[in-house]
DNA sequence: TTGTGTTTTATTGCCTCC
DNA sequence: GGAGGCAATAAAACACAA
C-alpha cells in the first residue's frame, strides 16, 4: 500500500510528546514531514515503563522502527477500554500522558482493539448460530421421526379396521360392517387424538407445527410463534451460557453483533414477537 | 537458523457527522 | 471542511516447528 512509512520516534516523544500535537488531524497534516530513513537497527519491545524514557538509549539507536507497547501499557489500556470502547479526546490525552504514548498511539490502539473485539464478537455469534442451527436440525429429525411413526401407525390400524370390514361382510360378525368400521375408525381417531395430547404436554409446545417430511421444517400458520417461546428459550439459554465468555465485553455495546440484521429480518417477515434471545446483556 | 503463521502497531482512503 | 471512525492493508514483532 504505502510506500514510506512512519514511525514512532520515542526520543520525540520524550523530548515533547512529539511535534504531531494531540490531535489525529495534526497527525495526518504533520505525518508527510517525517521521513523514513530507517536504520535497520532494532530493539524488540520496551522491558518495562522507564525504557521508554531512557534517553541514552534513543541517542544511539535513532530512528526507531515500530515497536510493542509495554504490558503494563497494554494492561492500562485494556482496562480503559473495558469501561469504554470509544475515546474522547480528553480521556485519550489523559491516557496518553500516563502511559508515556501519543495520544495518536492511544487512538490506534483503540481502533485496533475494536476491530478485534468485532472479529471475536463474530466469531461468537457464528458458535451461537450454529448451536441453534443445530438444535432446530435435531428436533426437527425428530419430529420427522414421530410423524412417520405416527403414519405408519394409522397405516396398520387403517388396515385392521378393512379387514374387520372385511370379516363383517363375509357375516362372521354379529355387528353390521358400517357400525364395525365406525367404531375402529374411531379408535383411530381416539388413538391419534391422544397421541396429539400427549405431543402437545411433553414437548410443551402449541402444537406440531411440522406435518409433513418435506425438506425442511413447515410453518403451520395458526397464528402461533414459529417456535414455541419456552422450547426456544431453552435451547437458547444453554447455547448461550456455553459460547458467551472467553473475552470481555468491553463496551457498551456488547450485543451480539448480528441482532440488528436478525431483528431487521425478523420485521420483514412481519413477525411479532422481538427476536430477544438473539441479543446477549 | 530459517521458514511460516499469527499478532500487533501503524497508515491510507473513504465515509459520516456536526 | 474538519474530526473521528472503520475497513483494508502493510510491515514489524513474535512464536514455533522443522
Known amino acids: 500500500m504505502e510506500s514510506g512509512r512512519l514511525f514512532f520516534d520515542p526520543s520525540a516523544c520524550h523530548a515533547n510528546m512529539l511535534f504531531l500535537g494531540n490531535g489525529d488531524a495534526a497527525f495526518r497534516g504533520a505525518r508527510s514531514m517525517m521521513s ?14 522507564d525504557d521508554l524514557f531512557d534517553e541514552a538509549y534513543y541517542d544511539e539507536q535513532l530512528p526507531e522502527k515500530k515497536r510493542r ?3 503494563d501499557q497494554v494492561h492500562m489500556l485494556e482496562k480503559s477500554f473495558e469501561t469504554e470502547n470509544k475515546l474522547e479526546p480528553e480521556r485519550k490525552t489523559q491516557l496518553a500522558k500516563k502511559l508515556g504514548l501519543q495520544p495518536r498511539q492511544v487512538a490506534v490502539w483503540f481502533q485496533n ?14 458458535d451461537v448460530l450454529k448451536s441453534s442451527y443445530d438444535a432446530l436440525l435435531s428436533n426437527y429429525e425428530t419430529l420427522v421421526k414421530e410423524n412417520e411413526k405416527l403414519k405408519s401407525e394409522v397405516v396398520s390400524l387403517t388396515e385392521k379396521v378393512e379387514d374387520k370390514k372385511e370379516e363383517n361382510k363375509e357375516g362372521k360378525s354379529g355387528k353390521k360392517g358400517d357400525e364395525l368400521g ?7 381417531s381416539d388413538i391419534l387424538f391422544r397421541n396429539k395430547i400427549e405431543d402437545r404436554l411433553s414437548s410443551g409446545s402449541g402444537g406440531s407445527a411440522v406435518v409433513d417430511d418435506q425438506d425442511g421444517p413447515q410453518l403451520v400458520d395458526s397464528g402461533d410463534s ?24 468491553g463496551s457498551d455495546d456488547s450485543r451480539s453483533y448480528f441482532s440488528d440484521v436478525l431483528v431487521a429480518a425478523d420485521d420483514h417477515h412481519q413477525h411479532e414477537e422481538p427476536m430477544g434471545w438473539w441479543v446477549w446483556s
Open 36 to 49: 523514513i530513513e530507517e536504520t535497520s537497527k532494532r530493539r524488540p519491545f520496551f522491558s518495562s515503563h
Open 69 to 71: 507497547l509495554t504490558p
Open 113 to 126: 482493539r475494536r476491530a478485534r473485539w468485532k472479529t471475536k464478537q463474530l466469531e461468537r455469534d457464528y
Open 182 to 188: 365406525s367404531e375402529m375408525g374411531n379408535n383411530v
Open 226 to 249: 414459529y417456535f414455541p417461546s419456552d422450547e426456544y428459550t431453552g435451547c437458547m439459554g444453554a447455547v448461550d451460557g456455553g459460547v458467551q465468555s472467553e473475552e470481555e465485553d
